[in-house]
């Protein structure tokens, strides 16, 4: 015969479960954030150093104040939060690229307009006009504004393609293949 389990520790059992499930999910979204946040660092980081090497040909000086890091960080969070609304249409049974493809163009969109409004803020606050408060994006203009989401997207294309492979073969049989240099056995 079994005794009645004490209403108190149950209670204790069930909040200590889901502060467990709490942690487990700041985990994971910390996770994902440093990831998207590494990989826009990376891309901004090589975007500017791209521009010192095109300006110090021209006898122009780059300086750089972390605006990549700034930048990276405050992307990532948007990414990440259009990333957790799942908006995507799905595409079963379509072919890899154009998942691939709308997402990295989207985000790219997303990312640029982001940018735009973010520098436009900070330049409001400065107490520019609202003409002089709007950005010179990629040389300004529409032509700008598209040249740079078009940069975006081609940069954003690898983190995609690691995302839906992840999704399509398992993170982690795509993480074995990819970074342990084990093989994985095919799947049955």
């Known amino acids: 015969m079994s005794t009645p389990a004490d209403p108190a520790i149950v209670r204790n059992t069930g909040a200590t479960d889901r502060w467990r499930r709490i942690g487990r999910r700041v985990s994971q979204e910390a996770k994902r954030i440093a990831a998207i946040f590494i990989y826009l660092w990376v891309v901004f980081g090589v975007l500017v150093l791209h521009e010192s090497v095109v300006l ?3 006898g122009l000086s780059a300086q750089f104040y972390g605006l990549a890091f700034i930048n990276a960080w405050i992307l990532a969070k948007v990414m990440l939060v259009a990333e957790g609304l799942d908006a995507r249409p799905h595409f079963a049974g379509r072919p890899l690229i154009l998942p691939i ?22 330049n409001l606050w400065k107490g520019h006009s609202l003409a002089d ?3 010179a994006i990629g040389g300004g203009g529409v032509r700008g504004l598209a040249v740079m989401t078009v940069i975006m997207a081609i940069a954003l294309v690898p983190y995609f393609t690691w995302r839906e492979l992840g999704r399509v073969l398992g993170r982690d049989t795509l993480r074995a293949l990819m970074l342990s240099g084990s093989e994985v056995p095919p799947r049955a």
Do not use: D, Q, T
Not at 101 to 120: N, P, Q, T
């Open 133 to 135: 408060a709007l950005p």
């Open 101 to 122: 493809a709308l997402r990295s163009a989207g985000f790219a969109l997303l990312l640029v307009c982001a940018y735009a409004a973010e520098e436009s803020a900070i």
């Open 56 to 58: 110090s040909r021209h």
